[in-house]
């Protein structure tokens, strides 16, 4: 797996996106079994690489963004779409998407 340094990063969210980096689950449960590829939930915890300016609501008000680089955020299971980044899977979420940053 390559690193990618958030500086040199060339992807910058639209809007009020954000760009996450999952990061990988244990594989192994607490009782020492191991779990495969094909048995695993796809992480919903990931490191903020890139967010948009924000947005606009439907009055005209901008909606700033809450989150930012570096930081380690929750986001919905379903949310979002998947997009390669340097040969990673990585995903682009609407900010609404993110549950909470992770401490």
């Known amino acids: 797996m390559s690193k990618t340094s958030i500086s040199n990063l060339k992807v910058r969210p639209l809007f009020d996106n954000v760009l996450i980096k999952p990061l990988e689950q244990e594989e192994r449960l607490p009782s020492g079994i191991v779990l495969p590829d094909t048995a695993k939930e796809k992480p919903q915890i ?8 924000g947005t606009t609501d439907e ?45």
Not at 47 to 52: K, P, R, S, T, Y
Not at 81 to 101: H, R, S
Request: no cysteine; glycine share 14%.
């Open 46 to 53: 990931g490191l903020v690489m890139a967010v948009g300016p």
């Open 59 to 103: 009055k005209g008000k901008t909606v700033k963004m809450v989150v930012t680089v570096g930081q380690k955020v929750m986001y919905k299971k379903w949310g979002g779409n998947e997009v390669k980044v340097n040969g990673e899977e990585w995903m682009i979420v609407e900010q609404k998407d993110i549950l909470a940053v992770v401490a």
